[in-house]
């Protein structure tokens, strides 16, 4: 694999950078209720040696009705820095499950313009599959200056979402799975319709990883996303049921060195929710 400080690094890669001082390392373990785990928890047991617990849901902003919005720049800045995250930090994330909710701590540091960010390929599983270092002792956490400059363009909303679905000017693909997709599944969030947005084309997010959950290489990345009939010659939003795992998406496509790329933060428990947002389904 080919390491990427600004996108994705391997676990030997962090385990030759596990002591440097500039190196700041997150736990953003989350988890569906379906799943019946507990990140906090299990993140006290054992982690990456130094690494700080990020709370998707908890660093979000609670204003909104929805789930794990985007949280407003000061409510980002006060977090980072109480956890001793700042300018001049490469940071690493990595999650629980392998690659399910570290791409989208990496988007949103992305959105809020800090991009020496790095998801941990194969996550927590594949660092402890390798018998590597683990700890259960808290860091020493020191306040550290942060400094963000919000990029609107890496975020679009229902408003912007609706249009790009009627005019046809965006490839929306969204990251669940082709049951959900289709409508033929029920969500796992009470009172949505099933089904997906008009004109979105389905890129299952696991159709992207490897069985031990690893990135799979660029050549294989562009083939499943043409395969799946997505069409990466215009701007691609991507959509998931709450923003978390279509993150996978465009982690995938800053791989592929698509620029263009933005996420849909209220996704289906936003459009799902609405009756006067059209739904197709099959």
């Known amino acids: 694999m080919h390491d ?12 030759r950078h596990l002591d440097d001082p500039d190196i700041r390392i997150l736990d953003a373990s989350w988890y569906l209720p379906d799943m019946k785990r507990d990140a906090r928890a299990e993140y006290d047991l054992g982690h990456v040696p130094g690494a700080r617990f990020f709370d998707i849901d908890e660093i979000s902003d609670h204003r909104s009705g929805l789930p794990h919005m985007a949280p407003q720049p000061e409510k980002f800045i006060s977090r980072m820095r109480a ?8 940071v690493v994330v990595y999650d629980g499950a392998g690659l399910f909710s570290a791409a989208r701590v990496w ?4 959105l809020m313009g800090k991009s020496d960010i790095a998801v941990l390929d194969g996550g927590f ?13 808290p860091p020493i956490m ?13 975020v679009k909303d229902v408003t912007q979402v609706a249009a790009a679905s009627k005019l046809e000017d965006h490839e929306i693909l969204d990251a669940r799975s082709p049951g959900r997709f289709r409508g033929e599944e029920p969500e796992p969030r009470e009172d949505l319709r099933s089904g997906h947005i008009p004109g979105s084309t389905c890129v299952h997010y696991r159709a992207l990883l490897n069985d031990d959950c690893t990135m799979k290489p660029v050549s294989e990345l562009r083939a499943v996303f043409e395969s799946a009939g997505a069409d990466l010659s215009r701007p691609v939003i991507t959509t998931c049921g709450s923003g978390v795992t279509a993150a996978i998406l465009n982690l995938g496509l800053e791989r592929l060195g698509h620029r263009q790329h933005a996420l849909y933060d209220g996704s289906w428990a936003e459009w799902g929710m609405y009756g006067d947002l059209k739904v197709a389904t099959g």
């Open 4 to 15: 990427d400080p600004r996108t994705l690094v391997s676990t030997g890669w962090l385990a």
């Open 83 to 90: 956890m001793g995250v700042g300018d001049g930090h490469q």
């Open 142 to 154: 020191r306040d550290r200056h942060i400094t963000i400059s919000r990029q609107n363009q890496l």
């Open 107 to 110: 988007w949103l540091f992305r």
């Open 125 to 137: 599983p594949k660092w402890t599959a390798e018998g590597r270092q683990v700890e259960d002792a």
